[in-house]
């Protein structure tokens, strides 16, 4: 099992940057998730999250060998469908708490999928990718504008329906998800060989 841990007010070896600050946490031992973050976005504080479990969510890749052609239209065809469960699931539990559904937005899931892909690739499990960019200069790369934003990650879960449960039984991750101010929302699925990985990234716009 593999986590890391930050505090919840600055992450190690990382000053405090603009558009807000996350920190995950992970137990190091036990089973099943263990979730902490704080999101700081535009003066406000607002629940962000990160997601860490037994396994971890990984880019789309595709064995070499002679299954190689069949394989990525097979993985790509089930991100697309796991990527529309994430938002059914999440909307359904939006709507027992009575706020409104969210919209999903493509510039939205470009940073998510980005991201997705990014760590899948790379081997690492963070809100900061290796170049230093947070979510919020992701969103802001892919074009979006925002007032505020939150994401959630998470890497091992095999299917939706988990990925989602394990979000809504971590504190951090369910507010993000509940947030009713949130209006939109971008979700990357990675299916490559050390994953999944899962990417929630929630906006709205300035």
């Known amino acids: 099992m593999q986590h890391e841990e930050y505090d919840t007010a600055r992450p190690p ?13 992970g137990d190091g031992g036990r089973r099943g998730p263990s979730f902490r973050t704080a999101l700081t ?3 406000t504080v607002a ?8 396994v971890y969510v990984v880019t789309s890749g595709t064995p070499a060998g002679a299954g190689t052609r069949s394989a990525v239209p097979r993985a790509a065809g089930t991100a697309a469908h796991y990527v529309t469960q994430v938002l059914t699931l999440a909307n359904a539990e939006r709507k027992r708490a009575g706020c409104d559904p969210l ?3 493509p510039r939205l899931r470009e940073a998510a999928q980005a991201h997705a892909d990014d760590m899948a690739a790379r081997g690492y499990y963070a809100h900061d990718s290796q170049n230093g960019q947070s979510a919020g200069d992701r969103i802001t790369a892919a074009g979006y504008t925002w007032s505020a934003w939150g994401e959630n990650i998470h890497r091992g879960t095999r299917s939706p329906a988990e990925t989602v449960t394990e979000w809504m039984d971590s504190e951090a991750h369910r507010k993000n998800i509940l947030n009713c101010e949130f209006k939109d929302v971008g979700v990357g699925v990675n299916l490559t060989g050390n994953g999944p990985w899962w990417v929630q990234d929630f906006a709205t716009a300035r």
Request: overall charge positive; hydrophobic content about 30%.
């Open 13 to 25: 070896e990382r000053p405090r940057e603009r558009g807000g600050e996350r920190a995950g946490h």
């Open 41 to 43: 976005v535009a003066g």
């Open 103 to 105: 919209r999903s937005d």
């Open 47 to 54: 629940a962000a999250v990160t997601v860490t479990t037994a």
